[in-house]
């Protein structure tokens, strides 16, 4: 935090650097009492806001997304700038991530309190600088090589990398090295940075730019991880399909017209189902919490979905409605079939024609081939 003393942030951008502003203000404010609002309307946060404080506590109200309001956008900046002199100056008013474009919102905060503005995606040729930068203010130097090989590991052939990627695995190789300095080539490979988060989140891009063998070089990856082939599969054709039924009902609801307001709160309607048990024995049950169903998918999730994030471009514009169609297709049968009893051997071949599938190198029909033929 800033030595100023400010009772009103801004925060935007990668989340780790977010975090770490948030956590000063935490620790700035000892013994305070503090308000999280995941989701909330701006008529209840400004009550609370404004609630006076009987036994003088000093209270942080945390606002992780944008305030839901039943006004015109004009008029809920206008409210959003008259509440912010109000704010009790023993309080802070910490809105982490909120998505607004309005100059006059973050023009007032600027004025009264502090704006963070943290990268999101940092350029390939900025890479190196920065992971080296990141080892030193973790008190610990790179050497050149495995500052190279780290690069091209989190890179992967993209133009640029997110930052939370590269904070996490930044964070994962100093927790390994301990109280030792100086980080080598061969601390990089005894890291285990290949995790199903990992691979999943770097899975969607490559398949989205069809980059195939990178997809399927991944994929081995995975399968060195992994303790249960056919469970570890499962999951992760599980989360595909889940993607990817995202993306088909977008791909839709955009072709006919529908506005992203309009298909974003249909789609929430759409409830999580868990499943208890394995094959036939298997139940599916919605998830639910505090007596209400909880949605399979996030607003931002959907959003960012359809509109792309700071360093990418929106995943439905890689596809055709008739690729994403085929994709569920294929995904709900082999799922089907791998959750029977088969050979790691045919399970691993059968994820690989799923790739080569969506990634266009081969048709649908000879993939189902594969995994619906008996032996």
């Given at each position: 935090?800033?030595?100023?003393?400010?009772?009103?942030?801004?925060?935007?951008?990668?989340?780790?650097?977010?975090?770490?502003?948030?956590?000063?203000?935490?620790?700035?404010?000892?013994?305070?009492?503090?308000?999280?609002?995941?989701?909330?309307?701006?008529?209840?946060?400004?009550?609370?806001?404004?609630?006076?404080?009987?036994?003088?506590?000093?209270?942080?109200?945390?606002?992780?997304?944008?305030?839901?309001?039943?006004?015109?956008?004009?008029?809920?900046?206008?409210?959003?700038?008259?509440?912010?002199?109000?704010?009790?100056?023993?309080?802070?008013?910490?809105?982490?991530?909120?998505?607004?474009?309005?100059?006059?919102?973050?023009?007032?905060?600027?004025?009264?309190?502090?704006?963070?503005?943290?990268?999101?995606?940092?350029?390939?040729?900025?890479?190196?600088?920065?992971?080296?930068n990141l080892?030193?203010?973790?008190?610990?130097?790179?050497?050149?090589?495995?500052?190279?090989?780290?690069?091209?590991?989190?890179?992967?052939?993209?133009?640029?990398?997110?930052?939370?990627?590269?904070?996490?695995?930044?964070?994962?190789?100093?927790?390994?090295?301990?109280?030792?300095?100086?980080?080598?080539?061969?601390?990089?490979?005894?890291?285990?940075?290949?995790?199903?988060?990992?691979?999943?989140?770097?899975?969607?891009?490559?398949?989205?730019?069809?980059?195939?063998?990178?997809?399927?070089?991944?994929?081995?990856?995975?399968?060195?991880?992994?303790?249960?082939?056919?469970?570890?599969?499962?999951?992760?054709?599980?989360?595909?399909?889940?993607?990817?039924?995202?993306?088909?009902?977008?791909?839709?609801?955009?072709?006919?017209?529908?506005?992203?307001?309009?298909?974003?709160?249909?789609?929430?309607?759409i409830s999580?189902?868990?499943?208890?048990?394995?094959?036939?024995?298997?139940?599916?049950?919605?998830?639910?919490?505090?007596?209400?169903?909880?949605?399979?998918?996030?607003?931002?999730?959907?959003?960012?979905?359809?509109?792309?994030?700071?360093?990418s471009k929106?995943?439905?514009?890689?596809?055709?409605?008739?690729?994403?169609?085929?994709?569920?297709?294929?995904?709900?049968?082999?799922?089907?079939?791998?959750?029977?009893?088969?050979?790691?051997?045919?399970?691993?071949?059968?994820?690989?024609?799923?790739?080569?599938?969506?990634?266009?190198?081969?048709?649908?029909?000879?993939?189902?081939?594969?995994?619906?033929?008996?032996?």
């Amino acid at each position: 935090m800033s030595k100023q003393k400010v009772n009103i942030c801004l925060l935007s951008g990668n989340y780790f650097q977010r975090k770490s502003v948030i956590n000063s203000i935490k620790e700035s404010i000892p013994g305070h009492i503090l308000y999280v609002y995941d989701e909330v309307d701006f008529e209840d946060l400004r009550a609370k806001v404004l609630e006076n404080s009987f036994f003088e506590e000093r209270r942080i109200f945390l606002v992780n997304s944008t305030p839901t309001h039943k006004w015109t956008s004009q008029k809920f900046i206008k409210n959003f700038i008259d509440l912010l002199p109000k704010v009790n100056q023993n309080d802070v008013l910490v809105l982490n991530n909120i998505k607004t474009s309005s100059k006059k919102l973050i023009d007032a905060i600027s004025k009264i309190g502090k704006v963070f503005e943290f990268e999101t995606a940092i350029q390939k040729k900025n890479i190196d600088n920065f992971i080296i930068n990141l080892f030193k203010k973790n008190e610990k130097n790179i050497e050149n090589d495995a500052v190279k090989i780290l690069s091209s590991i989190l890179s992967n052939n993209s133009s640029s990398v997110s930052a939370d990627k590269i904070f996490i695995y930044v964070e994962k190789i100093c927790n390994f090295m301990g109280n030792r300095k100086n980080v080598k080539l061969e601390d990089i490979y005894k890291v285990d940075i290949f995790d199903n988060e990992f691979v999943i989140w770097n899975l969607f891009e490559l398949l989205d730019s069809k980059k195939v063998l990178e997809s399927l070089k991944l994929i081995n990856l995975f399968y060195t991880q992994s303790k249960n082939i056919n469970a570890d599969t499962a999951n992760l054709i599980s989360i595909l399909l889940w993607r990817y039924r995202l993306l088909y009902m977008l791909k839709d609801g955009t072709e006919k017209g529908v506005g992203d307001e309009s298909l974003a709160n249909a789609i929430m309607n759409i409830s999580k189902l868990n499943m208890d048990g394995s094959g036939s024995a298997s139940v599916f049950n919605f998830e639910q919490k505090d007596g209400h169903n909880v949605p399979a998918y996030t607003e931002k999730y959907i959003m960012m979905s359809l509109r792309g994030n700071y360093y990418s471009k929106s995943p439905i514009s890689f596809y055709s409605i008739q690729e994403l169609l085929g994709a569920v297709y294929i995904l709900q049968d082999c799922i089907f079939y791998i959750r029977s009893d088969m050979s790691d051997v045919k399970i691993k071949l059968i994820l690989n024609c799923v790739i080569m599938a969506i990634c266009k190198k081969i048709k649908y029909k000879d993939c189902r081939k594969v995994y619906s033929c008996e032996h």
